[in-house]
């Protein structure tokens, strides 16, 4: 390598590590600012995200009480479970909600 291509690639090298900082530093400024939609689909995400929780313990406590709850709405509540899946998976969905019910009655596992 001649001594001109060297100070080129030596000019690079340090030109390619000053951006690195250079984007580092503007990304620990907070970077670019967020569109309105992006923000809006962060919010989004982040409720979901709480949602999926509460969820998740109201359907816990709701199993943990399901041999209490009258046979009607043991059904209704079945029957809704079963219509929140794909129509094309509705037997499936059906067995596999049966199976898991039958196993965890009273928040108790067989």
């Known amino acids: 390598?001649?001594?001109?291509?060297?100070?080129?690639?030596?000019?690079?090298?340090?030109?390619?590590?000053?951006s690195a900082?250079?984007?580092a530093r503007w990304d620990n400024e907070g970077g670019a600012p967020k569109s309105p939609?992006?923000?809006?689909?962060?919010?989004?995400?982040?409720?979901?995200?709480?949602e999926e929780r509460i969820l998740r313990c109201l359907g816990a406590a709701l199993i943990m009480q399901w041999n209490d709850?009258?046979?009607?709405?043991?059904?209704?509540?079945?029957e809704y479970?079963?219509?929140?899946?794909e129509p094309r998976e509705?037997?499936?969905?059906?067995?596999?909600?049966?199976?898991f019910l039958h196993t965890h009655k009273?928040?108790?596992?067989?």
């Open 106 to 110: 009273g928040g108790e596992q067989k």
């Open 37 to 50: 939609a992006q923000d809006i689909r962060e919010r989004r995400a982040a409720l979901a995200a709480d």
């Open 69 to 78: 709850l009258p046979r009607g709405i043991q059904r209704s509540l079945f």
């Open 21 to 23: 900082r250079a984007i």
């Open 90 to 99: 509705t037997v499936a969905l059906k067995e596999r909600i049966a199976r």
């Open 81 to 85: 479970a079963v219509s929140m899946g």
């Open 1 to 18: 390598m001649k001594g001109a291509d060297r100070k080129r690639a030596a000019k690079r090298k340090r030109a390619k590590r000053q």
